[in-house]
Each structure stands twice: as structure tokens, then as C-alpha cells.
């Protein structure tokens, strides 16, 4: 499966942005979802995920409340909403998919990665 993320942008403090990921190639209804992100001279951590059927959802405790991630198989998109942000949440955002109906919150248990999008979020 193909990944393309978009959405990311310059925002200032408190500010909103929704992010985008669509999936070509192969059955999108197939894979859990994730959202990790990347910061200059840090790891790779995990932001947001979700299942392959939308139901089940998991966050990193330091987004939880402000973002929301969302799954539309019908329009192979899965969606992440950035609310209140802060400039800790400044980094490249990447996403993932999966194959399987379960989400993980470690990069190496996901198969495909999307090429990023850039968040910056000033103070």
C-alpha cells in the first residue's frame, strides 16, 4: 500500500490542523492505522492509532484530549486532528499502516510509512 500524507503547516499556539493520509494500492479496510512523528535529533514516537475497523482507538498521553484520529475505508483517508497545539508538537508527522485488525504503538510493527508532513507550531 501507498501512503500520502498531507496537512501539515505553520501555526501558532493553540491552533488547529488536520492532517491527511491516503492509502492506494491495496485494500485500505485491511490495515490498522497510525500516526507517529519526528522531531530534529529525537526518535521516532507514537502519536495516535487506530484499528482496522475504526472502532478501537489508542493515543500517546501527551496528545490525549487534543488530537483525534479518525478511519474512512470508504474513502481509504485516515485523519488526524490537531487541536490546542503546543510548540512541543512541532515535527514531522508520518503514517502508517499495518497488517493487521490491531494497532501498535511501536514504529517497527508497521509494514508502510507514508513520506511525512511537516508541523511547526510557534509560540
Same mark, same amino acid.
Request: with cysteine; proline share 3%; hydrophobic share 30%.
Given at each position: 500500500?501507498? !501512503?500520502?500524507?498531507?496537512? &501539515? &503547516?505553520?501555526?501558532?499556539?493553540?491552533? /488547529? !490542523?488536520? !492532517? +491527511?493520509?491516503?492509502? +492506494?494500492?491495496? @485494500?485500505? /479496510?485491511?490495515?490498522?492505522?497510525?500516526?507517529?512523528?519526528?522531531?530534529?535529533?529525537?526518535?521516532?514516537?507514537?502519536?495516535?492509532?487506530?484499528?482496522? $475497523?475504526?472502532?478501537?482507538?489508542?493515543?500517546? &498521553? /501527551?496528545?490525549?484530549?487534543?488530537?483525534?484520529? $479518525?478511519?474512512?475505508?470508504?474513502?481509504? @483517508?485516515?485523519?488526524?486532528?490537531?487541536?490546542?497545539?503546543?510548540?512541543?508538537?512541532?515535527?514531522?508527522?508520518?503514517?502508517?499502516?499495518?497488517? +493487521? $485488525?490491531?494497532?501498535?504503538? @511501536?514504529?517497527?510493527?508497521?509494514?508502510?510509512?507514508?513520506?511525512? @508532513?511537516?508541523?511547526?507550531? /510557534? $509560540?
Amino acid at each position: 500500500v501507498q !501512503l500520502q500524507a498531507s496537512g &501539515g &503547516g505553520l501555526v501558532q499556539a493553540g491552533g /488547529s !490542523l488536520r !492532517l +491527511s493520509c491516503e492509502a +492506494s494500492g491495496r @485494500t485500505f /479496510s485491511d490495515y490498522a492505522m497510525a500516526w507517529f512523528r519526528q522531531a530534529p535529533g529525537k526518535e521516532r514516537e507514537f502519536v495516535a492509532a487506530i484499528s482496522r $475497523s475504526g472502532r478501537s482507538t489508542d493515543y500517546a &498521553g /501527551s496528545v490525549k484530549d487534543r488530537f483525534t484520529i $479518525s478511519k474512512d475505508n470508504t474513502k481509504n @483517508t485516515v485523519l488526524l486532528q490537531m487541536n490546542s497545539l503546543k510548540p512541543e508538537d512541532t515535527a514531522v508527522y508520518y503514517c502508517a499502516a499495518r497488517s +493487521s $485488525s490491531y494497532p501498535m504503538t @511501536t514504529p517497527d510493527r508497521y509494514d508502510y510509512w507514508g513520506q511525512g @508532513t511537516q508541523v511547526t507550531v /510557534s $509560540s
